[in-house]
T-cell receptor, first 115, second 110 residues
């Protein structure tokens, strides 16, 4: 149990376009989802935390108007990178936590390359 | 002080060696501690939780020193398959969200 999927697993887009990444909890209800970003040779950096039906809480330094997070259901959260630039190229990983559970389960990640 | 700090590494060790990783955390109120393993281009996977009294799982031993806010991971009899990046993880409040250290890269060499 506790499987989290992400789609797409990798994406290449042109500078200035927007990209949407989906994160789904397949066999449990994810009351809270987390979005992380990892640059090469760096650790995972938390970008934002979202609770189902609420606005996301962003970490300091993360632009909420650039990284739009929607957590409209208990099984789906989306991260939209708007007007992507090459410096947004990174590995984006989502994580989900269910009600009354303390573990965070990680998706397989999405590798974004902006050209 | 960063929330979670780790040995910078990398550690290059021969098969069969014993290797130890250290980590310090800034929040004295933290209650949970974890070691995760991350393979190249993959998501992190939970290796083991760290309990107050220390705990062992096969070749892996985790220790916690609350007074010093210090966590360690010991790997005995290293295998080639242990090559990965080891991440020290401490939740910011209670049990979430998880905050990751920069990770320590381990390469086990035949």
């Amino acid at each position: 149990g506790a499987v989290v999927s992400q789609h797409p697993s990798w994406v290449i887009c042109k500078s200035g376009t927007s990209v949407k990444i989906e994160c789904r909890s397949l066999d449990f209800q994810a009351t809270t989802m987390f979005w992380y970003r990892q640059f090469p040779k760096q650790s995972l950096m938390l970008m934002a935390t979202s609770n189902e039906g609420s606005k996301a809480t962003y970490e300091q330094g993360v632009e909420k108007d650039k990284f739009l997070i929607n957590h409209a259901s208990l099984t789906l959260s989306t991260l939209t990178v708007t007007s992507a630039h090459p410096e947004d190229s990174s590995f984006y990983i989502c994580s989900a936590r269910g009600r009354d559970r303390y573990e965070q389960y990680f998706g397989p990640g999405t590798r974004l390359t902006v050209t | 002080r960063k929330e979670v700090e780790q040995d910078p590494g990398p550690f290059n060790v021969p098969e069969g060696a014993t290797v130890a990783f250290n980590c310090t955390y800034s929040n004295s109120a933290s209650q949970s501690f974890f070691w995760y393993r991350q393979d190249c281009r993959k998501e992190p996977k939970l290796l083991m939780s760290v309990y107050s009294s220390g705990n062992e799982d096969g070749r892996f031993t985790a220790q916690l020193n609350r007074a010093s806010q210090y966590i360690s991971l010991l790997i005995r009899d290293s295998k080639l398959s242990d090559s990965a990046t080891y991440l020290c993880v401490v939740p910011r409040w209670g049990n979430t969200p998880l905050v990751f250290g920069k990770g320590t890269r381990l390469s086990v060499i035949a």
